[in-house]
């Protein structure tokens, strides 16, 4: 999932590991080839199946859905920069009986987030 792109380069992943990384492109500037460096790696999390950045009002907040039983919705904060941390889990919520697959941030950039 790419953030906004007025945050910068930055690409967040989410697996099966329960891990979900922060990505950032490191620009170099001696002219050798820019590169994509891990700056952050968020553990301690069930498996997790989708994640998406809140609206940009918002800042760097992602959510982040995991599939246990039930099945779990987490909010987390990024500091905003070069660096992305740290990185800290600011809430978790039991949302569905049965473990979750998808979220997705309320289109008119409000504060509600569908899970299913």
Known sequence: ???EPSFGPILVTCSADKTIKF???????SGAEDKWVIKSVVTGLKECTD???APKRFGLLLA????????TLAILSAA???ELDPVTIKAQ?????WGSNCLDWD??????IAVG
């Open 51 to 53: 994640i998406k950045f």
């Open 80 to 82: 905003s920069g070069v």
């Open 23 to 29: 990505i950032a492109e490191e620009k170099n500037y």
């Open 64 to 71: 982040a859905c995991q599939r246990d039983d039930p099945g």
């Open 107 to 112: 289109s008119d950039g409000g504060e509600m």
């Open 93 to 97: 919520s039991k949302v569905t009986q």
């Open 1 to 3: 999932m790419w953030a």
